[in-house]
Structure formats: C-alpha cells, structure tokens
C-alpha cells in the first residue's frame, strides 16, 4: 500500500495521493553539482567549501592540494566541476587542467587565481579550462560561473581571446609563467553554415540552451551540433574549439 505525504490529506483518493506525492518529492529534490576545491593553502580550501556550502545546489565533495592530488581525487570521487589554483607545487594548476581534461573531458574545470592577467587567461582555456576567475569573486559569482560552465558554457570573454591569439596582450613572463607553445593539431573539416553558426556562439561563451534560444533550434539540437564541431575540429571540448577556431581564423 503506497504509503501517504503527512501533508497530504487522507480523504484524497488513491490515485489522487499518489500524484501529490509524486509533485513534492520532485519539487524538494533538487540536482547538486559536485565540485572538487584544489588550493595548496588549506585556509584558502576551507574558506571556499564554508562559502560554496551555503549554495544548497553546489556540494563540495573533495578537496586537493596540488595537481597530482586533484588527478587522484578526480577518479575517486567524480566532481562534475573542479576549482582549480594555479601556482601549487609538484604539479601546477595548468598542467593539472590539461591532464584532467585528457582523462575526464567531461569535467569542467574553473581556474580560480590571484593573477588578473590576460595571457594568464588565454593559456588557462589552452589548457582546456572552461572558466577563469579572480580569488576576489563573489560567492555569487562563483556560484553562477560553476552553474554556466556545468551547462556547458564558457566564461571566457571572447575579446581577452582575440587580443591574446593576436599577440597584443602583455607577456606572462613578469608573473613567473612558462607555457608550452600553441600547437594547431592538424586540418580541421569543413563545418557546415550552421554550424559555423553555432560556432561563433560557442566562442561568446554561450550554452546550448542559449544557442538554441539564439538560433530557434532546440537545446537537443544545439548540443548535437557542438558535439559535431568538437568531432571536425579534433579537439576534446567547446573550449578547444573556441581557441582553436579564433587562432585559425574561422570566426571574427
């Protein structure tokens, strides 16, 4: 016998509880994001999961103290998003970021740093991460570039890309920084016109449900479209693709 909400009343007929029930379990039960908080100073880890823990849509299921850490805590506990440091000793935030994105591409990964500069920014989405934010941010603005770049969006400007790509930006050399080359990793395929379409967009920054809202299609349609993009551009994510499209030129 199905058994009866407190809050429903029992004069309610059987089939008429059943629906209720079902409606206030779907609307108490609400998706968490899994994140992973990787910072070699404690006090920075424990700040950030004190204030995330406020988000009752984020759940902070890990932490990590540097990148070797963060690639073990990744395949243990399966966080949908990582906030990642930059300087952390034995392995950095960067090259952190490229090896999980080579291994769980679909984790997105949040560079979270001290450094406001652009090339810092450019070399971050290089290495596959999909968003890049200050240690001054806002829980708020945490908050919503975790739930963007969950739904498959970028928070990246698409102008701090044009001016690093172009080469006009200053040199990371004075905040202590050495990247690897950028490597263009072969001919792409010809896209199709709307999916140059849907290109240009991913570059903004936009989600598949903002494409498609965009271009009239469906979100099921839009997302279809990104997958096909990512399988001609030989790249392992939408952030690949935004960098590597602007750096090839094939969107202005």
């Known amino acids: 016998m199905p058994l009866r909400h407190p809050c429903v009343p029992a004069s309610m007929g059987a089939v008429q509880r059943e629906m209720v029930n079902s409606d206030m379990v779907t609307a108490t039960e609400v998706e968490t994001i899994p994140l ?3 910072d070699d100073h404690p006090v920075v880890r424990h700040g950030l999961q004190a204030i995330l823990q406020t988000d009752s849509s984020l759940q902070v299921v890990g932490e990590a103290e540097d990148g070797y850490d963060a690639l073990e805590k ?3 506990l399966h966080p949908r998003v990582v906030l990642m440091d930059v300087h952390m000793p ?3 935030g960067l090259a952190a970021t490229r090896k999980i994105k080579e291994r769980f ?3 997105a990964v949040i560079i979270l740093t ?3 500069n652009e090339q810092y920014v450019v070399e971050a989405v290089k290495a596959g991460a999909a968003g890049y934010l200050l240690k001054t941010s806002t829980r708020d603005e945490i908050s919503h570039t975790i739930h963007e770049v969950h739904a498959g969006g970028m928070l990246i400007r698409s102008s701090t890309l044009h001016k690093a790509l172009a080469g006009t ?3 990371a050399a004075g905040a202590g920084y050495t990247g690897r080359v950028w490597e263009d990793g072969g001919e792409v395929e010809r896209l ?3 999916e140059l379409d849907v290109l240009r967009l991913v570059v903004e920054g936009m989600t598949n449900k903002d494409i498609g809202a965009t271009l009239y299609i469906t979100e099921d349609t839009a997302k279809k479209h990104v997958q096909n993009i990512i399988a001609k551009m030989q790249v392992s994510d939408r952030t690949q693709a935004a960098v590597k499209a602007l750096r090839l030129g094939m969107v202005h």
């Open 105 to 107: 591409p679909r984790v």
């Open 114 to 116: 001290l450094y406001n």
């Open 192 to 194: 199709s016109p709307r």
């Open 90 to 92: 034995r392995m950095d």
């Open 36 to 38: 992973l908080i990787v």
């Open 169 to 171: 930006v200053e040199s």
């Open 74 to 76: 990744v395949a243990q």
